[in-house]
């Protein structure tokens, strides 16, 4: 029976759709969350959130990384800020709880989560290479609120260390300089320069290797979705 070149175009581009979604898993199932960290810090400001995102990007833009940023216009700030959230892509409905972390010589494996920032008016990605198989990740975000005379902006910062490779070779801890906290704090005062106010810091999980980051012993587990 005869095909027509159609019918084999149509049949290469399904074979050809079959393999790169294989080569997607296979890329996901190599990839493990080893560690995570976040901030929450409020600042009750006059200073619009153009200014606060400004001055992030000044400081981002000096680090070593590469980061992209997004800004969303809003009509008007809500009486309660935002939070950010966290999606789990392994979930069968892709929004689920992490389920329980694994013990091996590299950390605590997880499966790394996707960032949330519902609301935000200002959002940057930054990514930096630590080593050939470690990548630190950082998502930052912005929500502003207004109640009355009340007002400002709350920053949330989410840290993630992933692992490429056999999670069964061990890794070395990240020198001081890189580490989540150091640059966390970084962030805040830059934001504290540009406010002239010290932030408050509503939450703040630090990155911790030795303990795993689940759902049921950090304030995270009521925010993850």
Known sequence: MAISRRSVAFVALIALGQASGASAQSARADRHSIDQAYAIVDFQTSRSGREIAQALQR????LPMQVTYRQSSMADAPRSPGRFTLVDPTAQSAVGLQ??????????????????????????????????RIEQRYTLCLFPYRDGRRRGHQLNVFASTLLEGDPAIPVRRSNEAESPAVFIRATVEAVERVTGRRGVWIENRTAERDRPFTQDNDALSAQTN
């Open 59 to 62: 400081h981002l833009d000096r």
């Open 99 to 132: 389920g329980p972390a694994t013990r091996a010589p590299a950390g605590w494996l997880s499966a790394p989560r996707t960032v949330m920032c519902t609301g935000a008016s200002w959002r940057a990605e930054a990514v930096q290479r630590v080593q050939a």
